[in-house]
């Protein structure tokens, strides 16, 4: 495993030059430097090469290929008309809520849309995401465009802004949890009451389902149904830690059913964290590993999660754990929160971009 904060601190970006091979993931990206920051939060992405808006050769445009070694180095550079490669910006003490300030004309950012309305221009529409607890980033349509009764539409649209653990299942002689001070809190701001989420064992709300993530606890689920952008209520299988996330304004159907707990969202007040302590026995978070140290015990773990600005969750293998090999490990983990839109494509008379929320006040005011 690559250990990317024993490397020196490379801001440089190389244009036209293409770091071949060693791919983990691609993801849209509208810029060079949008692209870094989605490497630079990946768990493993040691350095990337990003396709520009200008290539022509296919159509992968704004595809960022987000790569990684055992050495965090790159194995081959050539050169390449319209990529820009760089590295990771993990070793450099980065800001992980970076400021996106910067707007891409005639650049579509398409999906995630929740909600829609029409403003004047495309600085009202970030204004209009900014002030969304919701919103992560926009796509506003001009005067210019091509169907006249759409033009000054104002899409917010949605990613999520909290980790999510991709497979939560369970495993003899692991203990799993996160950092005390994740992000897995409502985005509405510090001055926010807090609110004690209030739950319904052995109850379901079935159908209007609109996605089903992995989740450690049901308070785990009501913090994810919190952020986000449609969700109105929830049910939790604790058996498969599934949590189902649902759609539905109009009416809510209860029905009792063991092992599932339901619930709401909190909506206009901090969610009460205190779930983020609670460790999980015999339940591993496989995957998503930035590092492993070796260590005494499960606590300790937790300790060097919390501290670690970069760690959001974490898995802890006890003494009886099944391979001796790896016994007393603490696996350090973490996934993108950053703003990022499914896809990214050129669409003339449009204009993207992001919240402002994590600029500064003056930006934002």
Known sequence: MGNTFDLDCNQQLLENVDFSGNEVTSLFSPDVDHCQQLCT?????????????????????????????????????????????????????????????????????????????????????????TQDPACQFFTFINEAFKTPDIRNKCHLKFSW???????????????????????????????????????????????????????ASPEHCQAL??????????????????CYMKNNNNNLVTKAKDGVTSGFPARFCQLDNTWVQVVHENVDFPGSDIRFELMDDADTCQRTCTQDAFCQFYSYTNDNFG????????????????????????????????QLRNCNSETTE
Not at 169 to 182: C, D, L, N, P, R
């Open 323 to 354: 391979d001796p090999n790896y016994r007393r490990h603490c696996f350090l983990k973490r996934t993108i929160t950053m703003p990022a839109p499914p896809k990214v494509a050129r669409l003339a008379n449009v204009v993207s971009g992001f």
């Open 161 to 215: 802004p909290v980790p999510r653990i991709p497979l939560i299942e369970k495993k003899t002689g692991v203990t799993s949890g996160f950092s005390e001070i994740t992000r897995i809190i409502q985005q509405l701001g510090t001055q926010q009451s807090v609110c004690q989420g209030k739950l319904f064992p052995n109850t379901d709300i079935p159908g209007n389902d609109i996605e089903n993530i992995p989740a």
């Open 225 to 242: 149904c919190s952020a986000h952008s449609v969700c109105t209520y929830f049910s939790f299988a604790s058996n498969y830690f599934s």
């Open 41 to 129: 939060q990946h768990p493993s992405c040691d350095f990337f090469t990003f396709v520009q808006a200008d290539w022509n050769k296919d159509n992968r445009n704004f595809f960022c290929y987000l790569k990684a070694t055992p050495n965090g180095q790159p194995t081959a550079q050539a050169p390449l008309l319209g990529v820009t490669s760089g590295f990771s910006l993990k070793p450099c003490n980065q800001n992980l809520e970076p400021c996106l300030s910067k707007v891409y004309q005639n650049v579509d950012f398409f999906g995630a849309d929740y909600r829609a309305l029409f403003t004047a221009d495309y600085e009202e529409c970030q204004r209009a995401c």
